[in-house]
């Protein structure tokens, strides 16, 4: 009897004997919450994991400051500015060097397939730290000779074999913007949701694949500091300085701009929001329906209980437990399972999905939500519990 389990020697909660009473009615609940909680973890990660992969390279660079043009949007469609800004950057005391970087996307033939794809070509000066890597400024040095590229063996197959081609010691040459060149070498940069691969050149390749560039303009300028420089009181006192055909940010900054991009003007962040709101939506009527069924089934026993002394707010807490519960069973499977599937997304995609904290803690919030505010809908249903209905 329900009566039998409110009695305080009882040490199972009347909410999980309620709940376990029809193990079918809880598994199909269980089954709901976990596929609402699955679904919120792949739209969220599918998110925030386009978000990161916008600023793969943007993370990487070996820089505490930024210069671009203001025309800039995105990494998507860099505008250049005078190379000269870097030189009058180095009249501040604060700045340790600088380095210029071309940034552009060119066609790249598929030596294998010979069709062609867009490639982001980054051109530097061979020996200037570009990346936080150290042991790739050593690679960077076989890009000296004219027409010698080094490209990302974590970019997409569509551009070729070439990682493994190159591991068997054969020589890989191609076009690329209808220019000749050969593979001196492999990096490890990995595609963004902007470029589906990369090659790294010197300026002189990179202004021979592009010869009607100006060569005194560049599309970055990464600014290093000298140690213990301040880098919001260094970008205010070039920002004062310089002309305005340049913007700086701090690194960090850098990369909230180029993820507000994505965010603000494209409709990708809508488009997976939305998706996780509909795992939402559908994860509440699965637990009103099913918490509503058992408050319906029961309501005899709680006007019972009315009628001996048990004040409602008490049986509102049975109510309310049962979703606290739920909200606990269904997530842990659904965490599980989102676990399992961004390890299928990265060795898929290449994007940089995982599972952290802030994710983890943002869908059990929802769920918990989910599940209590269903049980508080459910609850109205006591309401109708009339102790005059036990006679």
Known sequence: MLLDHLWPNRRIPLAWLLLTRQPGRLLVALAGISFAGILMFLQLGFRDGLFDASVTLHKRFAADLVL????????????????????????????????????????WRNPQTRSTRSILAVGFEPGDPLFTDPGL????????????????SLSRPEFGPIAAW??????????????????????????????DGNLLTSSETFLQLMPGLPSGSIELGLIRLMPGADPATVAARLKSHLPEDVAIYSKQGFVEFEKNYWRSSTAIGFI???????????????????LHSDVSDHLPEYATLMAMGYPLPQLLGVVAREGLLLALLGYLPAWLAGQG??????????????????????????????????ALMAMRKLGDADPAEIF
Request: aromatic share 8%; hydrophobic share 45%.
């Open 341 to 374: 599937l961004y390890t299928v997304i990265r060795s898929g995609t290449k994007l940089p999905v995982a599972m952290d904290g802030a994710r983890s803690l943002l869908v059990f919030g929802m769920i918990l939500t989910m599940c209590l505010g269903s």
């Open 68 to 107: 671009v043009s203001p025309r800039t949007m995105s990494s998507i469609a860099m505008a250049s500015f005078p190379r000269r800004r870097l030189v009058q950057v180095m009249a501040d005391p604060d700045v340790a060097g600088t380095t210029p970087v071309h940034w552009n996307f060119l066609l």
């Open 272 to 290: 997976f929001t939305l998706g996780a709101g509909m795992g939402f939506v559908v994860g509440s009527v699965i637990v009103y329906q099913i």
């Open 137 to 152: 400024v050593e690679r960077t040095r076989v890009l000296s000779q004219r027409g010698r590229v080094l490209f990302d």
């Open 166 to 195: 190159y591991e068997q010691g054969r020589t890989i040459e191609t076009e690329v913007a209808g220019k000749r060149v050969r593979v001196a070498g492999l990096v490890e940069l990995g595609p963004s949701f902007g470029a």
